[in-house]
């Protein structure tokens, strides 16, 4: 992967200053520090960082076809390329290169935006069409790779990062209250909304095709589709069939010129991974872990599967005192404010793997939501048969939110409303209406309509907690804030369209989450590892930092800073802060809100990035 970003005449063919592309690419030189390159045609230039993989001397971005009519920039990685050479140089197509990417120019000749179809990775693509005079912007399926875009002074400005964007004169800096509300009330924003009014976030199996004094057109090219239970083949069939996707997609992310090692959190997901890898795939690799102290240790677990694959392992101690530390840098890098500080773990963990050989690493990302591993798939089975206690205003608003009006997921939303009541300022509080997270539906209600709740829970899982966050200010953005590529097989296009037949019952088992994938792996994971109770990773939040802190590091909650935003209310805080320093409080992971640490964080946004509301 690396970064890229671009400027689009829509309105006239006025001259693309080079100067300025030259100050978005640097603004996002953590992306792809082994190169930089500009590409400035009369309608679009295109601007790339390079982080090198394959073809590590010729394969230089932006790329053209054979008579440099088509353009293109990617940041990503397309797993299936070889394949797809193969078919394309059949069809007499000629390359320049030996990176994977330029199967992309190719395939666009050959079909057009359909080419998109044939694509196994993860992607964010701009590609011009200098014939058509079009610009296509493309983001992968899942919605790994990060692509955001505005439009300003009659031009399309897009970029990996909304840093970059901002280099751009003139491009507006304002907070988007929809965001702070959706992080009040979901696991994280939802794409197309940011936390910059105006910039918007391209979604997963997306694309955004633009011409010439026309409206964007904004096309979805995939999607999560459930459907109904199908025939079921048992048991056998699915533990086979899954084991064999499963070393299909890790061994395709195993393609480099350049080391690529995984990481171990001693949970079961980066377990599977790394234990299939030394199973059945490579003779030497690197393995990274964050160590967290006191309740959240898991370095046990960590050396169980160490000891069973033998890697060359490191490793860090995250202490307390270094999340809050860090936690200013890593809002710089995720351009969001967060309600959990793992993200600092996250990427103290980068920075160990960028002072190691390894370039890339693979996790395990993406299972929890494929194969019922939260502890809400357990609980839906016990609330559908108490119905009766949710009150009228919960059923609509579920009803509204997720299509059912007995379905809850995580919140009960007009109770925490009432909380958000008193969080919000006075001012802020009165235009909720105008930027309600719960508004409208943050998904298409339409695809999860008549499935089973394990379906439903699945289908939100991954719109609201895996794109934009876990992969995006939790994992792209904490990757590359030290120019390391993460990679997740569990997200492999081909091994989900197999995921999402397997029947319910085959992924949770009564209490037992994900039985189909520890019936896989059994023989290859530890034992330990599959019996072990599901552990979430976390660390420590807002009311541990408040019990130790000197004060020092409370700057972003004083009351002059909170007052100068506005967005939430300062006598409120101070009672938060009060409440969170008592001996006894404790908040409960991720069952209970961190509104505190959505405050600082909001607020640390707003300085960062000169941001007003």
């Not at 520890?518 to 930092?545: C, D, H, T, W, Y």
Request: aromatic share 10%; proline share 4%.
């Amino acid at each position: 992967m690396c970064g890229i970003c671009g400027i689009y005449n829509l309105e006239g063919d006025r001259p693309i200053d080079r100067e300025i592309l030259g100050r978005m690419l640097q603004k996002i030189r953590h992306r792809g520090p082994d190169g930089s390159q500009m590409l400035v045609l009369k309608q679009a230039a295109l601007g790339f960082n390079r982080l090198s993989f394959l073809d590590l001397d010729g394969g230089m971005q932006p790329l053209q076809n054979e008579d440099r009519t088509v353009s293109m920039i990617c940041n990503g990685e397309i797993f299936n390329y070889q394949d797809l050479k193969e078919e394309l140089l059949l069809k007499g197509h000629t390359f320049r290169t030996g990176t994977d990417v330029e199967v992309i120019l190719h395939l666009y000749e050959e079909h057009g935006t359909d080419f998109v179809n044939r694509l196994n990775g993860q992607f964010a693509i701009a590609l011009y069409d200098e014939k058509n005079h079009q610009l296509l912007l493309i983001r992968d399926h899942i919605g790994i790779a990060p692509l955001f875009y505005t439009i300003v002074d009659g031009r399309v400005l897009f970029a990996s990062e909304i840093k970059a964007i901002l280099e751009y004169p003139g491009v507006p800096r304002k907070l988007n209250l929809k965001a702070v509300d959706q992080l009040m009330n979901f696991p994280g924003i939802v794409s197309p909304v940011t936390f910059f009014d105006g910039i918007y976030s391209l979604a997963g199996g997306h694309m955004l095709k633009v011409l010439p004094g026309q409206t964007p057109q904004n096309i979805e090219y995939w999607d999560v589709i459930y459907h109904p239970e199908e025939e079921d083949k048992g048991e056998a069939y699915y533990v086979e069939r899954l084991r064999e996707l499963l070393k299909k997609a890790i061994s395709r992310r195993l393609v480099a010129d350049v080391p690529i090692g995984f990481y171990i959190s001693g949970g079961l997901d980066s377990s599977v991974v790394a234990c299939f890898i030394g199973k059945f795939l490579l003779n030497s690799y690197y393995s990274f872990s964050a160590e967290i102290a006191g309740e959240l240790d898991e370095s046990p677990f960590q050396k169980i599967v160490r000891d069973c694959v033998k890697s060359t392992h490191y490793h860090t101690n995250v202490a307390e005192e270094e999340i809050w530390d860090h936690l200013f840098k890593v809002i710089y890098h995720t351009e969001a404010a967060v309600k959990e500080s793992y993200d600092v773990a996250a990427f103290l963990l980068s920075a160990l793997v960028k002072d190691s050989p390894a370039k890339a690493v693979l996790t395990g990302q993406g299972s929890d939501e494929f194969f019922c591993g939260y502890a809400g798939y357990m609980v839906d089975q016990f609330r559908m048969m108490q119905r009766g206690s949710m009150s009228p205003e919960e059923c609509a608003c579920n009803e509204l939110l997720w299509g059912d009006p007995y379905f809850r997921y995580e919140r009960i939303h007009p109770e925490i409303r009432r909380i958000h009541q008193k969080v919000y300022s006075q001012d802020v509080r009165g235009e909720i209406g105008r930027f309600s997270a719960w508004a409208e539906s943050p998904i298409n209600v339409d695809r999860v309509k008549g499935l089973s709740s394990q379906k439903r829970r699945s289908y939100i899982d991954f719109k609201l907690r895996l794109s934009d966050h876990l992969l995006g200010e939790h994992g792209d953005r904490m990757f590359f804030s030290h120019s390391v590529e993460g990679r997740h097989p569990f997200l492999d296009v081909e091994l989900l369209s197999f995921v999402t037949t397997i029947p319910d019952k085959y992924k949770l088992d009564g209490v037992n989450e994900k039985y189909i994938l520890k019936k896989a792996s059994e023989g290859i994971v530890p034992e330990e590892i599959l019996k072990r109770k599901k552990f979430p990773f976390q660390a420590p939040g807002m009311s541990a930092l408040i019990k130790r802190s000197d004060g020092k590091k409370l700057a972003f909650l004083d009351d002059a800073l909170i007052q100068k935003y506005n967005i939430f209310d300062a006598d409120h805080v101070n009672e938060m802060k009060q409440m969170y320093q008592k001996s006894e409080f404790k908040l409960m992971g991720a069952y209970e809100i961190d509104y505190l640490l959505i405050v600082m964080t909001v607020t640390m946004l707003c300085e960062q990035y000169s941001l007003s509301i």
